[in-house]
C-alpha cells in the first residue's frame, strides 16, 4: 500500500485541522504530538522525564528516519547488531544472534539502542520545532466533557482553575491515566495479574566499567545487547550512547514490598537492588555496586482494557494509558511509536469533524490486536528469560548451548524468535492506510463526499504494490 508523502518525503496535510489536546509527556505523548502535528494537526501537551535505556526496533527506528531525526538520532545512539545471552548465575556464554540483515532492511532502519533521556529531549525539541506548544508541569486535575464551549468538544482543568480546550483530548498518561478513568467512568480495571518479578532500572557508568578489568569485557564488545537467563531472575543491558552509560533492566522476585502503583521517577538504595540479586555472577554485582540509585516497579501481565475511546466524546487513549506492555520490554517504546503513527495517518484524512468518532474509533480497531499479540509475546519472552530451574529450563539451556556449538545462532529455530521478526516488520502506517482505503473511503463515499482521492486508483495501485 502506498503511502500518503508527497514526492519528498513530507506528510501530507490534513484538508482538516483541529486542536489536540494530549495529556502525558512522555514518549507517546510526544511521539503522537509530532506525528499529528507533522500532517497539520494543532497540539498542546505537557511533558515529563525519567533515566534509563530506550530499546528500538528497525521499522521505528525507519519512521524516525522519516520524521527526518536521522542524523540526531544517530549522535545519540547506538546500533545493536547481535544479542549474547549468558547465564544469569554462572556468566558462561550461552550464544549469540545475529540480527536479521534482510529484515532490518526490509524494517527500514536498525534495531537501535540509546539513553532514555537523549530520546526524550530529541522527540521534544522536534515536537516543539513543528509548531507543538508544550505546557511544562501542567497537571490536570479533570477531564470535562459537559462544559465545553461551542466549537470545542472537551476541555480539562489545572490545578490553577485554568481551564483548556480541545476538539480531541488523548490520554497518553500512563496506567493511572485520568482520561482513562473518565473513559471507564471511574470504574478502572486494576493493573492485572502480578507475574511475580520485580523490575530494577539503572545505568552504570562506561568509563568506570572501561577501567575495571573484570567489566571491560562488555565495553569491548561490538555493539550489543546482554541478557542473562537466569532461576527466577533475568537482565537486559545494553551500552547507549550520548551519555556513555551501561543501561540495565534487571528483574528479581517480587517480595512483596512494593505497592501496585510504583514510579519510574523514584529512585530506591542500591542496597535494596544488590540484595535482590541474590546468587549471580560477580560481575552483575559489581555492575550493580557501580550503579546509579535505580528505580523499582512490580512487573504485571495486564488486562485488555475493552475500550479506548470514549462512547460520547472525543476522548482517546494511547501508549500505556491503553495498553500496558510488562515494564521493561523491548516493545514498550516501540508500541507507543506505533500508536502515533496510525493516528496520525488516519487523521491525515480529517476532511469534517462528523468524521472524528469513525477516526478514533478506527484506532482501536487496527490497534487492539496487533497491541494484544505484542503484549502475550513480551509476557512470554520474560516468563522464558526467568524460567525457574527445572526441565523445562534445562532444555532451553541446552538447545541454545547446542546452537552456539554448531556455528548458528542461539535462537535460529526457536519459536519465539520467529515472533520477534513478525513484530519487526510491522507497519503501523500501512495498516492505517489499509484500513482507510478498505473502509474510510468507502464510508465518506456512502454519504456523497469528495474526499479527494479517486477511488479505484488507489485499489489498483496497491493491488500493483502487492
Not at 491525515?348 to 505484542?374: G, N
Not at 492506510?433 to 479517486?454: F, H, M, P, T
Request: hydrophobic share 40%; with cysteine; aromatic share 8%.
Amino acid at each position: 500500500m502506498p503511502h500518503r508523502k508527497t514526492q519528498h518525503g513530507e506528510a501530507l496535510q490534513t484538508p482538516l485541522a483541529v486542536e489536540f489536546l494530549i495529556i502525558g509527556g512522555g514518549i507517546a505523548g510526544l511521539a503522537t504530538a509530532i506525528a499529528l502535528r507533522r500532517v497539520g494537526h494543532h497540539l498542546l501537551t505537557d511533558v515529563g522525564q525519567v533515566s534509563g535505556g530506550v530499546r528500538l526496533c528497525p521499522i521505528m527506528n525507519g519512521i524516525l528516519n522519516s520524521w527526518g531525526l536521522g542524523p540526531k538520532l544517530a549522535e545519540v545512539s547506538l546500533k545493536s547488531e547481535y544479542v549474547t545471552v549468558l547465564q544469569y548465575h554462572s556468566g558462561e556464554i550461552f550464544g549469540k544472534h545475529h540480527w536479521e540483515h534482510e529484515l532490518v532492511e526490509e524494517a527500514g532502519g536498525s534495531f537501535i539502542v540509546m539513553h532514555y533521556a537523549d530520546f526524550h529531549a530529541l522527540l521534544t525539541q522536534h515536537a516543539l520545532s513543528l509548531g507543538a506548544q508544550i505546557r511544562y508541569n501542567a497537571h490536570v486535575i479533570e477531564v470535562d466533557i459537559e462544559n465545553a464551549p461551542e466549537g470545542k468538544e472537551a476541555s480539562v482543568v489545572l490545578p490553577c482553575g485554568e481551564v483548556l480546550h480541545a476538539d480531541v483530548v488523548i490520554g497518553a498518561d500512563g496506567p493511572f491515566s485520568i482520561v482513562r478513568n473518565t473513559i471507564l467512568d471511574g470504574k478502572c480495571p486494576n493493573r492485572g495479574i502480578p507475574m511475580g518479578l520485580l523490575l530494577w532500572n539503572t545505568t552504570v557508568s562506561l568509563q568506570k566499567m572501561r577501567a575495571d578489568p573484570d567489566l571491560a569485557w562488555f565495553v569491548d564488545q561490538p555493539p550489543t545487547l546482554f541478557q542473562h537467563f537466569g532461576d527466577t531472575h533475568a537482565v537486559i543491558s545494553y551500552p547507549v550512547g550520548g551519555k556513555e552509560e551501561f543501561a540495565m533492566h534487571i528483574y528479581t522476585p517480587d517480595d512483596g514490598s512494593l505497592d501496585d502503583r510504583g514510579s519510574w521517577k523514584k529512585q530506591v538504595p542500591v542496597t535494596n537492588l544488590q540484595k535482590a540479586m541474590g546468587a549471580c555472577e560477580p560481575r552483575l554485582m559489581k555492575l550493580a555496586s557501580f550503579a546509579a540509585p535505580p528505580s523499582c516497579l512490580k512487573v504485571f501481565e495486564t488486562t485488555d482494557l475493552e475500550d479506548w475511546v470514549h462512547d460520547e466524546a472525543p476522548l482517546l487513549l494511547v501508549g500505556e494509558a491503553a495498553h500496558s506492555i510488562p515494564a521493561g520490554s523491548t516493545s514498550a517504546t516501540s508500541t507507543a511509536l506505533e500508536d502515533a503513527v496510525c493516528l496520525a495517518e488516519l487523521f491525515c484524512h480529517l476532511h469534517h469533524k462528523d468524521q472524528t468518532t469513525m477516526l478514533l474509533d478506527a484506532f482501536q480497531e487496527i490497534r487492539q490486536p496487533r497491541c494484544k499479540s505484542v503484549h502475550a509475546f513480551e509476557s512470554y519472552n520474560l516468563r522464558y528469560m526467568s524460567m525457574p530451574a527445572g526441565p523445562e529450563q534445562e532444555a532451553r539451556d541446552a538447545a541454545m548451548k547446542l546452537a552456539y556449538d554448531q556455528g548458528k545462532g542461539a535462537l535460529d529455530g526457536d519459536e519465539a524468535y520467529g515472533e520477534v521478526l513478525q513484530m519487526f516488520a510491522y507497519d503501523p502506517e500501512d495498516a492505517a492506510s489499509d484500513w482507510w482505503v478498505q473502509w474510510g473511503l468507502l464510508n465518506e463515499r456512502s454519504k456523497g463526499r469528495d474526499v479527494g482521492y479517486d477511488i479505484d486508483v488507489i485499489i489498483a495501485e496497491a493491488e500493483v504494490s502487492e
